[in-house]
């Protein structure tokens, strides 16, 4: 292979030409012969009983086809949920029916209520403002401690309370990590709020529903990161259709962030109103929809507390945690908190004792569920805001605090029950404090402060949990869903090859990444490899792309499924060359026999395979086409350490990032420059919610921040020029490419730098300030030095 080429290489991703040039080709540019439009009647109430939904003024309208109310659906299966937790007392969370239009009550404010299809999207909007609804409204809970209390408005009737569960890891620790606080020489205590957060990735959510009456099969045209799961939750468990018969096109999608794992109500809807109504139908979510109905993401209220021995080791950790879940539970809520976020708690150290305790609760607000990073943001937040506390409690060097205590042997099982199978922290760290030249810090902070700023320097470490596994441990843990992922390897007569993969891409730059992995493995050209995914008719049955999964555990099949075409090539390879099979070497994209000149390219052997002259068919089949499955053994554990240089304007609390610094341990990478693109990305989002971004509800269920008038997003000017390095490898020991997955590191290690950095640059102005909550912007860093 070239230098500049395979991996290791920085190829451009191949995908970006038709991407930048406008020819992508996304859900809402498929539009079906015939097709109608549907609009969604939202409800405008946080809570309360549907008395009537009158529908006689909006169906003689013009263009209206046909419209649908919950009674509608009264026969179909409630959006499921893809994970159960068991509680601490050994019970199955409270799971309510979640309908696909309203009925009965509606639960929160964007719940769709009725839903119009017409020939055009005016029209079926048109019909919508005719309809009459008439909800007696019922008070509503947003506050979750609140909604715990004995006597509060209960979400769903059906339910014994608003607790969702009341979860506990890992309970065998909880007795000797209170006796460890009892007799340890300092405890440090912080309460603080992981702040509600709305995804908006570019694209909005589109769902177009067809349906061929002449063979009974539906196709489903969705904004999804995992077609395949959605196939399966639709069919199996809402409208009751055979998966043979309902096929899911996920094409080029415009991002995720998380928010496009789950099955939502709109894709059921337009699945079933195709049939129903004998046409195609297409939904595309407005921008003001979208901040209704798009599960939203973090939303925790947390106390943590670190104990500590008299030469500061860290003793025991014991956290207590309100999750919100929102009025429903979307489809893989119930793992964020738990199993995603308390499996995290240990971070990069070697604290010998920790317990977790986690509230999920129901409130009448929009679904809370996976967003970039799902958990271990929230982890690694709470534990690296607590340490730089204990640092400036204690009077030490938050860095050094760190080093003292972090793990450096390897495998190390952590009292959380995971094991992390290999990672440097300290060599992280050495780089970090070598990008960030820290000695020269009070130099800047001098010179800040003659400009009337106050600087501030705030670090933190993290650890994640990538490419989650394996399906056995997961399903023991409440997965309704293995964690698989599949590929399938053709090859052509001529050489090419098509690589059909689980794993859907949505940014990620898979089509280049992937390409570079298999022909590094051939030796042939990078653009002889096509990448195909996002079709439940084309691809094996795959798990999707969320969780950093992609390259660990979507690239490893992918090198399963290459190595059984190799091993069937070099047979017949064998044959051609007249040597043993065992003797028959692949190099640069030709077949040789070890210790000769004989050799027969690539092209040749796969010409013979297709033109079976050469070789025995009763030991050869014809053909070269191979699947494989893979399913981890373990998670990944990518790490890394962070740092943030801020100036704080005194006079007005405004916060100005100054440097960022990110030093991360990836394992092997495939692609440096598509690695460096996930973590800018991943910066961008974690800054984001550092300060700027809030999603707020009034007392009565309102949301107050459903537009970008009032919902702040990071811009251009609000980010700095970032310094990243990932030359800190420690390959992952359990796949095959040694590698640990990139996609969500920023938006893991930069929230609590930002905190820790704004915290440090008001202490240094003569505050005694220990926390502000996030987002921190402009009014409350003014309140909090006042």
């Not at 719940?111 to 007696?136: C, F, N």
């Not at 769902?207 to 904004?223: E, F, I, M, P, Q």
């Not at 340490?387 to 060097?397: M, P, S």
């Not at 070497?585 to 040749?604: H, I, P, R």
Request: some cysteine; glycine content about 10%.
């Amino acid at each position: 292979m070239p230098k500049d080429a395979g991996i290791g290489a920085s190829s451009k991703r191949r995908e970006d030409v038709r991407f930048l040039t406008g020819v992508g080709n996304y859900t809402d540019d498929i539009n079906v012969n015939g097709q109608a439009h549907v609009f969604f009647l939202r409800s405008d109430i946080a809570h309360g009983t549907l008395t009537s939904v009158d529908t006689a003024a909006a169906t003689g309208m013009p263009g209206v086809v046909q419209i649908f109310t919950g009674a509608d659906f009264e026969a179909v299966g409630s959006i499921p949920c893809g994970w159960q937790v068991t509680d601490k007392h050994g019970e199955a969370m409270q799971e309510p029916r979640h309908p696909v239009l309203a009925h009965g009550k509606v639960r929160h404010v964007g719940e769709p209520i009725a839903a119009v299809v017409a020939e055009t999207l005016e029209q079926a909007r048109d019909a919508a403002e005719a309809i009459v609804v008439d909800i007696a409204e019922l008070p509503a809970v947003i506050d979750m401690k609140e909604a715990v209390k004995d006597g509060a408005p209960k979400v769903h009737d059906d339910l014994t309370s608003n607790l969702c569960y009341d979860w506990g890891f890992v309970e065998e620790n909880k007795a000797a990590t209170d006796k460890a606080f009892e007799d340890a020489a300092h405890v440090t205590t912080l309460e603080l709020v992981n702040n509600r957060l709305v995804a908006n990735p570019m694209e909005p959510r589109v769902a177009v529903g067809d349906y061929s009456r002449g063979t009974d099969d539906h196709t489903l045209y969705t904004t999804s990161q995992n077609p395949h799961v959605i196939r399966l939750l639709m069919g199996a468990f809402v409208l009751g259709i055979p998966e043979h018969k309902l096929r899911v096109v996920a094409p080029d999608v415009g991002g995720g962030f998380g928010t496009k794992i789950f099955h939502y109500q709109e894709e059921a809807f337009v699945t079933f109103a195709a049939k129903a109504c004998n046409r195609a139908v297409k939904w595309t979510s407005s921008r003001t929809e979208a901040f209704m109905s798009d599960a939203h993401g973090r939303d925790h209220v947390s106390k943590i507390q670190l104990a500590l021995d008299a030469d500061n080791n860290f003793t025991a950790l014991r956290t207590d945690t309100y999750a919100n879940m929102g009025a429903y539970l979307s489809t893989f809520a119930p793992s964020v908190p738990t199993w995603l976020h308390g499996t995290l708690m240990a971070g990069n150290y070697k604290t010998p004792l920790i317990y977790v305790n986690v509230k999920a609760v129901f409130t009448n607000t929009v679904p809370v569920d996976a967003y970039r990073g799902a958990g271990r943001p929230e982890a690694t937040y709470q534990l690296e805001r607590v340490v730089d506390k204990a640092a400036r409690e204690l009077g030490v060097d938050p860095i050094a605090l760190r080093r003292q205590n972090f793990i450096t042997q390897f495998p190390y099982a952590t009292p959380v029950a995971v094991e992390y199978d290999t990672g440097d922290y300290v060599a992280t760290m050495d780089k970090l404090e070598e990008m960030g030249d820290f000695a020269g810090f009070e130099a800047r902070r001098a010179e800040s402060k003659k400009n009337g700023k106050l600087r501030g320097l705030g670090v933190n470490c993290y650890i994640e949990a990538c490419g989650i596994a394996p399906s056995n441990l997961v399903g023991q843990l409440g997965a309704r869903a293995g964690l698989y992922e599949s590929a399938t390897v053709r090859v052509n007569a001529t050489g090419g090859l098509v690589v059909m993969t689980g794993s859907h891409s949505h940014g990620q730059g898979h089509e280049t990444s992937f390409a570079q992995v298999v022909a590094e493995m051939i030796g042939i050209d990078e653009s002889m490899i096509e990448i195909v995914h996002g079709d439940t008719n084309r691809v094996p049955m795959g798990m999707g792309t969320y969780g950093s999964r992609s390259i660990a555990v979507g690239g490893s099949a992918m090198v399963r499924a290459t190595e059984k075409i190799i091993a069937k090539a070099k047979k017949i390879a064998s044959h051609l060359l007249e040597a043993s099979e065992t003797d028959i070497e692949l190099k640069d994209g030709a077949f040789s026999v070890a210790g000769t000149d004989k050799s027969v390219a690539w092209g040749d052997v796969t010409l013979a395979a297709y033109v079976p002259h050469n070789y025995p068919l009763e030991d050869i089949e014809p053909g070269l086409e191979e699947t494989a499955f893979y399913d981890p053994s373990n998670f990944t554990y990518p790490s890394g350490a962070y740092a943030c240089e801020v100036e704080v304007d005194p006079d007005t609390g405004k916060v100005t990032i100054d440097r960022f610094m990110a030093a991360d341990d990836f394992g092997n990478i495939i692609n440096p420059m598509i690695v460096t693109g996930q973590v800018h990305g991943g910066l961008a989002q974690g800054i984001g919610q550092a300060l700027l971004e809030n999603c707020a509800y009034d007392e009565n269920g309102q949301l107050l921040s459903a537009s970008y008038m009032d919902y702040a997003m990071p811009r251009a000017d609000d980010l700095p020029m970032f310094n990243v390095d990932h030359s800190c490898q420690t390959p992952c020991t359990h796949n095959p490419l040694g590698v640990k997955g990139c996609g969500e590191a920023g938006a893991i290690g930069s929230p609590p730098a930002v905190v820790n950095a704004v915290v440090d640059a008001l202490r240094s102005g003569g505050s005694d300030v220990t926390h502000v909550d996030m987002p921190l912007s402009p009014d409350r860093v003014w309140a909090a030095m006042q």
